[in-house]
Structure formats: structure tokens, C-alpha cells
């Protein structure tokens, strides 16, 4: 007896398509494309992935560094100056330090000239 696959197929399929919803043109119609369209947006997510951390850590420098210029201190000589003073304190909060919380970050900053 033949065995016929178009519930299989379709249920197939049909998880695929639904990953690309929103796409345009023949990305979402036709299965092919579909399938192309899917695998390319998999490898753009999980690339970006690792991206966003570069980008976040950037950002964070150059906030440090607009708010370390203020306080006349560059910011390498920021870092090097905590590194010495045994202040471990990541470039996340330094930043919402410098963006929130001037006199704290202020404090850091005297901390860090002390140990130079």
C-alpha cells in the first residue's frame, strides 16, 4: 500500500512558513524561498547575537570616557588607576555610575586618581 505524505509535508512546512511571517514578497509564499528567507534570518540573529555585546561594551567606553573627561581624568587612566586601587567594578555599572549617579561616580574617579 502507498503511503501518502501531505499531512506530513504540510505540517512541515507550515512550522517553517510560520518563522516567516512578516517577510515579503515570494519569502513567505513560495516554500523554497520560505525555507532560504528562515535559514538566512537564523544566521543573521545568532551573528547579531555576539554583535550586541561588542556594541553595548562600546558604548559603555564612551560614556565612561565623556564622564571621565569632566572629571579631568582620560579613561584609561581611569581603568588603570581602579585596576591598581583593587576596584573591580565592570564597565556596565561605571557607566550608569556616570550616567545617573555623578557624585558616586566622582567618588570612583577620586579613588582611582588616589591609587595613580
Do not use: P
Not at 2 to 28: C, D, P
Not at 36 to 46: C, I, P, R, S
Not at 94 to 109: G, H
Amino acid at each position: 500500500m502507498r503511503v501518502k505524505r501531505g499531512f506530513a509535508s504540510r505540517r512541515r512546512h507550515k512550522r517553517i512558513a510560520k518563522s516567516a511571517e512578516g517577510f515579503r514578497g515570494r519569502r513567505k509564499n513560495c516554500f523554497k524561498h520560505v525555507k532560504l528567507g528562515v535559514q538566512k534570518a537564523l544566521q543573521h540573529a545568532y551573528k547579531h547575537r555576539r554583535a550586541k555585546k561588542r556594541e553595548f561594551r562600546a558604548l559603555w567606553i564612551v560614556r565612561i570616557n565623556a564622564a571621565a573627561r569632566e572629571c579631568g581624568i582620560s579613561y584609561s587612566k581611569l581603568i588603570r588607576g581602579l585596576q591598581l586601587a583593587k576596584v573591580e567594578i565592570d564597565r556596565k555599572v561605571l557607566a550608569q555610575l556616570a550616567a545617573t549617579d555623578n557624585k558616586a561616580f566622582q567618588a570612583v574617579v577620586e579613588k582611582a586618581r588616589a591609587a595613580l
